[in-house]
């Protein structure tokens, strides 16, 4: 039974930093892109960042690019996700998820994961 876990919200102030952390359990952790998506209140969930399984090439959406870095931890099945200069427009809950075939083209895209967390709630207050 595939299960991530997510840990790491909580609440901080505009400008502060987060960690977020997955650890992964029940897949084989080196053939799986990671990658954390988010949903605001009333909005759609939306992809942030994603590490790729071979390389560790990563990829970024534009509204954290310079601000967060995605990295993983083969050894310990687990990917990280450090959020620096946190804005209020940043609150969201944040997922972790997992795809064990995808090509370049379907990395911002929801559908292309097979294994998802429960989120962690990330507030950034003003």
């Known amino acids: 039974q595939v299960q991530l876990a997510e840990s790491g919200g909580g609440l901080v102030q505009a400008g502060g930093s987060l960690s977020l952390s997955c650890v992964a359990s029940g897949l084989t952790f080196t053939r799986y892109a990671m990658a954390w998506f988010r949903q605001a209140p009333g909005k759609e969930r939306e992809f942030v960042s994603v590490i790729s399984q071979r390389h560790g090439s990563t990829l970024y959406a534009d509204s954290v690019k310079g601000r967060f870095t995605i990295s993983k931890n083969n050894a310990r099945n687990t990917v990280v996700l450090l959020m620096n200069n946190l804005k209020p427009e940043d609150t969201a809950v944040y997922y972790c998820?997992?795809?064990?075939?995808?090509?370049?083209?379907?990395?911002?895209?929801?559908?292309?994961?097979?294994?998802w967390g429960q989120g962690t709630q990330v507030t950034v207050s003003s």
């Open positions: 998820a997992a795809a064990g075939r995808i090509i370049s083209s379907q990395l911002r895209s929801q559908s292309a994961y097979d294994y």
